[in-house]
Structure formats: C-alpha cells, structure tokens
C-alpha cells in the first residue's frame, strides 16, 4: 500500500523558512516523479513544485520560483520541499504526491495518483 | 504560463447529466493530456479521467471525458448522477515548465 507522510508545517513568520518532508513507502521511490501541490482550505489545487524520479529534473510554479527547492533522498525514501522567504499568500496545505504514467512517461505529462494528508503551513506574524 | 478555466459551479438532479469545461488559454489542448480529479468534502483528491479520457479501474462508466480543438476544451461528462457524485472537479495539465488545476467546479446534485 502507498503511503506518504508529510511533516515540517507550522507557523513561521512572513520571511521566514521551512522545510518539508515526505516519507514514501509501499512503492519504488526511484521509479516515480514526485510532487509538492497545495491547497488552501476551501480553494482550489496548485502545483507547486515537481522533482524527476533521478532527481535531475526539476519544476516549480512561477508563484515559488527562486524561493522554494525540492529534492528527494533515494536512501531515505523522501521528498523535501525548502521553502524560503515565505509569504502569507503561502499559507496552505501543503500535499505530497506520486506521479503515475498513462501512455507517455514524461514526468510533466503524468497524473497525481497518490496523495499524503498533508501538512499545514501557516505564515503569519 | 497558460491557464485552464472552469466554470464555478455546475447542478443538476439525480439520473441526469453534467458536462465540466476545462478551457485552455495559450497551447493547444490537444497537445498535453488532460486530468480530471474528483475532491469530495473532507477528502483528498482522486483521479477520475486520466490522459484526456482514460478511466482509472475503479472509476465507473458514467464518466468519461473529451476534447475540443476547436474551442480548445476539455469536457468531463458525469451520466446518471448520483449523490455520491456531489464533489469538487479539477482538471489538470502541463506544458514544458509546470503542471498547472483549473479552478475547480463545484458539482451538485438536487
């Protein structure tokens, strides 16, 4: 069984830093791109940031660009989501995702499959 | 970056049928596969529709799902509402840079 277990929110001041993590297991971590989306409560999805399963390739949302930096530990099993300079506009929950393939395996190209609870940050002073 | 556009809300009673419009603003959409999700309340998401119009195993024949050229749309059809089916809709696709949802469509059924 897929699971994902994200941990790191919580409450940090406008600038501020926080790191994410994402704890994979039930599957081959190194076979599967995976991705930070968000979501405020009551609106709407975003994706946020994508990594490749080599960890080469990686993707952010214009909204993140320069401040926030995913990466993934093949030993660990994990997915990180740096986040620096935060704002307040990026106070959401923030979800851990596996990526799967249809019919072509590019890693943008690839649906949301598996998704983790969640995490929530909140920036605020 | 393009944008996908969904309209805010959709209702219809039991039994009938609900079509969701995903429309994409720069790109064709026939280029990049479209992804539907299904969000009820309290719920995280999952996938309904997956490479424009694949159904997951799981996922019941009343969805389905198309696109237009022409208009440059991505349509979810839900047939037969049921109750259950009173969710959130995203549609969702890429380009060379991102992975980016429409909206969402609040789905309700009468």
């Known amino acids: 069984e897929v699971q994902l277990l994200e941990s790191g929110g919580g409450l940090v001041q406008p600038g501020g830093s926080l790191r994410l993590s994402c704890a994979a297991s039930?599957?081959?971590?190194?076979?599967?791109?995976m991705s930070w989306v968000r979501q405020v409560p009551g609106k709407g999805l975003e994706s946020v940031s994508t990594?490749?399963?080599?960890?080469?390739?990686?993707f952010y949302a214009d909204s993140v660009k320069g401040r926030f930096t995913i990466s993934r530990d093949m030993s660990k099993n994990t997915v990180y989501l740096q986040m620096n300079s935060l704002r307040a506009e990026d106070t959401a929950v923030y979800h851990c995702?596996?990526?799967?393939?249809?019919?072509?395996?590019?890693?943008?190209?690839?649906?949301?499959?598996?998704w983790g609870q969640g995490t929530l940050v909140t920036v605020s002073s | 970056n393009f944008m996908l556009t969904q309209p805010h809300s959709v209702s219809e009673s039991p039994g009938k049928t609900v079509t969701i419009s995903c429309t994409r603003n720069?790109?064709?959409?026939?280029?990049?596969?479209v992804h539907w999700y299904q969000q009820r309340p309290g719920s995280l998401p999952t996938t309904v529709i997956y490479?424009?119009?694949?159904?997951p195993s799981g996922v019941p024949d009343r969805f389905s799902a198309s696109i237009d050229i022409s208009s440059n749309t991505a349509s979810l059809t839900i047939s037969g509402l049921k109750t259950e089916d009173e969710a959130d809709y995203y549609c969702q696709s890429f380009d060379s840079n991102n992975q980016v949802f429409g909206g969402g469509t609040k789905v309700t059924v009468l």
């Open positions: 990594v490749s399963p080599s960890g080469e390739y990686t």
């Open positions: 490479d424009d119009n694949q159904r």
């Open positions: 995702a596996k990526l799967a393939s249809g019919r072509v395996t590019a890693t943008l190209a690839q649906f949301f499959h598996h």
């Open positions: 039930g599957f081959t971590f190194s076979s599967y791109g």
């Open positions: 720069s790109g064709s959409i026939a280029s990049y596969y």
